[in-house]
């Protein structure tokens, strides 16, 4: 329960993390690394997906291990958007002089450094949540809808089959673990053909 809690903030911590390997290319002379590195990751993470989508409706186990590689694309955007941060900020870091050798204002400096920190923050709320995997999550939501899409007609009306794929009272949401009980469900009623639809 104590390690769930962790989760978001280990999230954040990562995307932090790879944010700062970016703006950190970008300022050592390999922006190509900047670009290149996270556009990888991104193929990778779409391509492992799409062959967990290959393998329904025969193989749902299987797919639900391969369709969550999909979370590095937000994480990959959200790394992105980080990077960007830490670059803007530190491009609207003023000096402590002017090119006059004026002292900067200490309240234009606080200004900056809230303008940075604020913008920071934006992007933080508006693509860490993006990265989850709860029942409530935009990958969890791709999932069900393409369980949904894979499986229409597959199956029997009313049978176990059926609502593994498209009920809720049978197991609750579509997170790591109920995806995985369905899957499971799923396969063992494909192995039975208990629910299947008869072959015309």
């Known amino acids: 329960m104590m390690l769930s809690g962790l ?28 670009f290149v590195a996270p556009l990888v990751v991104l193929a990778i993470g779409l391509t492992v997906s799409e062959f967990g989508v290959a393998k329904l409706p025969e193989d749902p186990v299987t797919a639900v291990r391969m369709m969550p590689w999909r979370i590095l694309v937000p994480a ?36 900056v450094t809230a303008l940075s920190t604020a913008i920071t923050a934006f992007l933080a709320a508006g693509f860490i949540d993006w990265t989850g995997d709860a029942n409530d999550s935009r990958l969890a939501d791709w999932i069900s809808s393409t369980f949904q899409k894979k499986y229409k007609g597959y199956f029997v009306a009313e049978s176990t089959g059926e609502k593994l794929v498209y009920s809720g009272y049978v197991v609750d949401g579509w997170g790591g673990a109920a995806r995985m009980k369905r899957a499971k469900g799923i396969a063992e009623e494909i192995e039975t053909g208990g629910s299947r639809v008869p072959p015309p």
């Not at 990562?14 to 390997?21: E, P, S």
């Open 76 to 111: 990959v955007i959200a790394a992105g958007a980080a990077g960007i941060a830490i670059i803007v900020a530190a491009e609207l870091t003023l000096p402590d002089k002017t090119a006059k050798g004026v002292p900067t204002p200490n309240s234009l400096k606080e200004i």
């Open 7 to 34: 989760l978001v903030p280990l999230r954040a911590l990562v995307v932090a993390i790879l944010g700062a390997g970016i703006a950190w290319g970008w300022y050592t002379g390999h922006r190509w690394l900047s």
